[in-house]
């Protein structure tokens, strides 16, 4: 059961022997067409073969009712030899009609499928020679198609060109008309921002030396807080234990007590040691000079605590800002270019800096090459 397609076989096209030209839908609905019939013949297939084994079912079930009647013979052999005898000769006539339904059966599904696989692939050529006529014609539209936008690009790129000539010669006139002018603008610019950098310069060296003075009076102000903290470490340490017994140990257990005695014991020691330094020294210890600076100290930490984060913040009429913290000042111009670092510093991180040098988290030395630049 093999269909052919319209057109194609034996027909024959106009006078060469060649196939007619069909057009793409012509093509498609001969190939439609081909598919439905290949589809109804696979249906009649398979209706053949589910017939066939509906009539190998029932021969199976006439089988299985033979067998039940062969048990119930042999059950009744003492009474009735004779019928059992009669009995199994018409169970082996049927066992024999059945295998040979059987055979019958897979021969004509063979058969049926060998047909089946036949009219598939006949269906499967005539689709694919349609498909091949299908691909050489878009082909053939596809390579007109990028003839034409090669010629129409190539129109486009000789009109492109032109008109970069044109602009081009009118940017050169242009060029040419502005050149004087610019280099007379370019020499005023110069001399203008020479004398401009002159004075910020000048200007941006004071700066650096006031925020020199700054680091050397904080740093003066660091050896006498050390001072004054070896001065009274012993008297702290005797507070802190005295008061951690005082609330019963807070969870230190004897092992813990003793290593703070002896802590306690080596800042006596070190307290009594400088004590003594001062009072049989024979240099002068600016003792009332270093009650003073510890007197400031002690007004400036008030007045932080006071003012909340201690930090004031003003802008006077030529742009210069200043940030205020304790006794630390920090200026930046905010009207310098970036050239002079002005807009680049960062008033933040100079007040982190003298912060943890005044807490004692710095050295004076770790000052040194720091960079107070904004970050990007």
Partial sequence: MTGMLPGFGGGGGAGDGSPPRLSPAELAAQLK????????????????????????KAVREQARVAREAERAAQARLAEANREARERAALEKQAEAERKRLEKEALKEAREAAA???????AALQGSKAAEKLAREAAAKEAKEAREAE???????RLEEQREREQRDALRRQQQHALAAARAEEVSQRAQKRKAETDAKAAKADLKRQRIRQEECEETLRQIHLVRAELESVGDR????????????????????????????DEAVKAQERLVRLIESSTMDWRTEQHARVIDEEDDDEEEEDEEGSGEEESEDDEG????????????ADEDEDDEDGAEDFDQEEYK?????????????SDLEGMDYEAKA
């Fill in 237 to 264: 340490a005797q507070e802190l234990l005295a008061k951690l017994i005082s609330m019963g140990d807070c969870d230190a257990d004897a092992v813990d007590l003793q290593w703070m005695q002896a802590l306690v």
């Fill in 352 to 364: 982190r800096a003298m912060k943890s040098l005044r807490k004692g988290r710095m050295l004076p």
């Fill in 33 to 56: 067409a081909a598919k439905e019939r290949q589809q109804a013949e696979r249906r009649a297939q398979q209706e053949a073969a589910r017939q066939l084994a509906e009539q190998a």
């Fill in 115 to 121: 047909a089946q696989l036949a009219a598939e692939k």
């Fill in 320 to 331: 210069v800002r200043v940030g205020k913290f304790g006794k630390l000042e920090v200026v």
């Fill in 150 to 156: 090669r010629a129409a690009k190539e129109a486009r």
